[in-house]
């Protein structure tokens, strides 16, 4: 039986960059970045696959969903699990 608690899934988050690009009001626009997270919610290290606790991103961070998409399939195979 699969035991989805342990699933690891591909999420989403937006954060404001320093030195990011401003929209017509002259507001800074946020930016999407995309993590994996295992069952509990807790972001994944993409250097050692193992729950990450601090608060760098680059750590754990992927700019581009392709990139955590690849990364989250390695994870799967890793521990035996299939993408539906």
Same mark, same amino acid.
Request: charged share 15%; glycine share 8%; proline share 7%.
């Given at each position: 039986?699969?035991?989805?608690? =342990?699933?690891? +899934?591909? /999420?989403?988050?937006?954060?404001?960059?320093? +030195? @990011?690009?401003? @929209?017509?009001?002259?507001?800074?626009?946020?930016?999407?970045?995309?993590?994996?997270? =295992?069952? %509990?919610?807790?972001?994944?290290? +993409?250097? %050692?696959? +193992?729950?990450?606790? @601090?608060?760098?991103?680059? /750590?754990?961070?992927?700019?581009? /969903?392709? /990139?955590?998409?690849?990364?989250?399939?390695?994870?799967?195979?890793? %521990? =035996?699990?299939?993408?539906?």
């Amino acid at each position: 039986m699969l035991n989805l608690f =342990n699933m690891y +899934k591909v /999420e989403s988050n937006q954060y404001l960059p320093l +030195k @990011g690009p401003s @929209g017509p009001s002259g507001l800074p626009l946020f930016s999407t970045y995309y993590y994996v997270a =295992n069952g %509990t919610g807790q972001k994944i290290s +993409k250097n %050692t696959g +193992k729950p990450y606790r @601090g608060k760098q991103m680059r /750590e754990y961070a992927f700019y581009s /969903e392709a /990139e955590a998409q690849t990364f989250l399939n390695q994870l799967n195979k890793s %521990t =035996n699990f299939e993408q539906p």
